[in-house]
């Protein structure tokens, strides 16, 4: 079956625009996580939806972050006013449900460069 | 609070070599631990997980056993391909969470 998707591939914008990405997880996947991964980097976490419950926002960097997600499909991550250290590569992942054991899967990832 | 260390990289061998990929961990509970890889122009899969202590994931030849005396869960292949050219990161969960810490990941490059 189809994967987590993500779009646009790559962004490149000039400093103080507005960004928005896209991320469409596994059809059924409850859960959904957003990462930031810099360059040479590990994985940070941002935020995290499960079904229908308050969004887990204790790793977005500032209030220029934000994201949605309607019920158990769609998200977005809009990253306002960006900076040039708003620049990495944003990675979403989706698991069946949540648990210490889940699996997430990951999609390819969204290379944002803020010239 | 939770957190992983792994051996940074890169690391360099030859095909057939030997592979050990060191990872410890910080975590106030019984976590899940795993071992996702990143091909090249790919996104982040899982290679293997374990559970509870003492169990041994496997896939593709990789192998790491869930050390709780040791907080470790070193990757391990008995011989390894150009195919495995990757990043690889070692994470924790913890029992109850849902936020996946990973370490820096460690890169690996395989000669021919």
């Known amino acids: 079956g189809a994967g987590v998707s993500q779009s646009p591939s790559n962004k490149v914008t000039e400093k103080g625009k507005d960004v928005e990405l896209r991320c469409d997880p596994i059809?059924?996947?409850?859960?959904l996580y957003w990462y930031r991964q810099r360059l040479g980097q590990g994985l940070e976490f941002l935020i995290y939806?499960?079904?229908?419950?308050?969004?887990?926002k204790s790793g977005l960097p500032s209030d220029r972050f934000s994201a949605e997600r309607t019920g158990e499909s769609v998200s977005t991550l809009t990253i306002q006013r960006t900076q040039q250290e708003d620049s990495a590569v944003y990675l979403c992942?989706?698991?069946?449900?949540?648990?210490?054991?889940?699996?997430?899967?990951f999609g390819p990832g969204t290379r944002l460069l803020v010239l | 609070g939770n957190s992983v260390t792994q051996m940074e990289g890169p690391v360099t061998l030859s095909e057939e070599a030997f592979l050990t990929i060191n990872c410890t961990y910080t975590?106030?509970?019984?976590?899940?631990l795993f071992w996702y890889v990143q091909y090249p122009g790919e996104g982040l899969q899982l290679l293997l997980k374990?559970?509870?202590?003492?169990d041994k994931g496997s896939n593709k030849g990789f192998e790491a056993t869930y050390r709780k005396e040791t907080t470790s869960f070193h990757l391990e292949k008995g011989s390894v391909q150009v195919s495995d050219s990757a990043v690889y990161f070692c994470?924790?969960?913890?029992?109850?969470?849902?936020?996946?810490?990973f370490g820096a990941g460690t890169r690996l490059f395989v000669k021919a």
């Open positions: 992942a989706s698991s069946p449900r949540t648990g210490a054991q889940e699996t997430q899967y």
């Open positions: 059809s059924g996947h409850t859960a």
């Open positions: 939806f499960q079904g229908n419950s308050a969004p887990d």
């Open positions: 975590a106030t509970g019984y976590p899940s």
């Open positions: 374990a559970t509870k202590a003492d």
């Open positions: 994470a924790l969960r913890n029992t109850g969470g849902f936020k996946t810490i």
